[in-house]
């Protein structure tokens, strides 16, 4: 409708000038706003507060899925076209992926282990498969670089660590976090890719301590070991540091803020039914009813 494509964009440009640009009169359109709004209207009204609200609880990174989910959890009710239309509307988006370049550097003589997942990225109870991967983060002083161990079953993060070096150090204290936080039973599969930092005796050797099984990715193959590639897009996505800098501690404030508190906790995951990954932990545990 023309009058409101006018109220639409009054915000914008001047109204005088979208009524010359639709051809309708001045007076006609205000005499369209004076006219008493309809249920609909005061409904669509509510719901946009409701929007912006979880819009904003998710720092902007939710597209309209997310929001969508976020407000069925919370008793609203609506179809996710409605809330497509009004996000629309509003000017309201999630966060566009970017590519990144890789850090893997498999220019080496170390022996590597064959690839026991073959792309089968599930696990039926947690503690059964990890996936480690390094990548990086743009910072003042150069790059930073963040390694994680993610549990397979329920998408959580079970480990990280951040240097600015890519020495195996990196790698070993987020491995270290991960065994210390969940005491994985022998016979765990651990898949990485075959990097250095996973290749080396140091990393071996505290796998092999703990009993874990050691599995690894074909050579430049980002797909055997794609729900890690996934979490780094989504995690340089929703940080929001395109294009910035950030000093380190703040990068690292910040990472610890999205995997500790957000993503872990709070972030609905699409494989997971839209349940954040603590939560799914949680469900599945539950005893059946």
Not at 10 to 22: I, N
Not at 89 to 109: M, Q, V, Y
Not at 126 to 135: A, E, F, K
Not at 184 to 195: F, K, T, V
Request: hydrophobic share 35%; glycine share 6%; net charge positive.
């Amino acid at each position: 409708m023309r009058y409101r494509f006018v109220r639409e964009h009054c915000k914008q440009f001047p109204t005088a000038a979208l009524c010359r640009v639709m051809q309708v009169a001045s007076s006609g359109y205000y005499a369209w706003r004076r006219r008493a709004e309809s249920s609909r209207q005061r409904a669509n009204r509510a719901l946009v507060v409701q929007i912006k609200a979880a819009h904003a609880r998710s720092r902007k990174r939710y597209g309209r899925r997310r929001i969508h989910v976020q407000l069925h959890n919370e008793g609203v009710s609506c179809s996710r076209n409605r809330v497509a239309r009004l996000m629309r509307a509003e000017g309201l988006c999630g966060l566009p992926r970017r590519k990144f370049k890789a850090t893997t550097d498999s220019r080496h003589s170390l022996a590597v282990a064959p690839n026991l997942l073959a792309r089968n990225f599930t696990a039926s109870a947690p503690d059964q498969v990890w996936m480690s991967d390094i990548t990086y983060l743009a910072c003042e002083e150069g790059w930073e670089y963040l390694a994680t161990v993610m549990d397979l079953h329920s998408r959580r993060i079970v480990g990280w660590a951040m240097q600015s070096t890519l020495e195996r150090s990196l790698t070993l204290r987020a491995l270290e976090m991960a065994i210390t936080q969940r005491r994985p039973a022998p016979g765990l599969i651990h898949h990485s890719d075959r990097g250095v930092q996973y290749a080396c005796g140091d990393y071996q050797a505290a796998l092999g301590a703990r009993g874990l099984v050691t599995s690894m990715s074909r050579k430049g193959d980002c797909w055997d070991n794609a729900p890690k590639e996934s979490f780094f897009g989504t995690l340089k996505c929703e940080l929001g540091l395109h294009g910035l800098r950030p000093p380190r501690e703040q990068a690292r404030r910040e990472v610890f803020e999205y995997i500790e508190v957000f993503y872990n906790r709070q972030r609905l995951h699409s494989s997971l039914g839209y349940l954040a990954p603590a939560d799914f932990e949680a469900q599945s545990a539950a005893p059946p009813t």
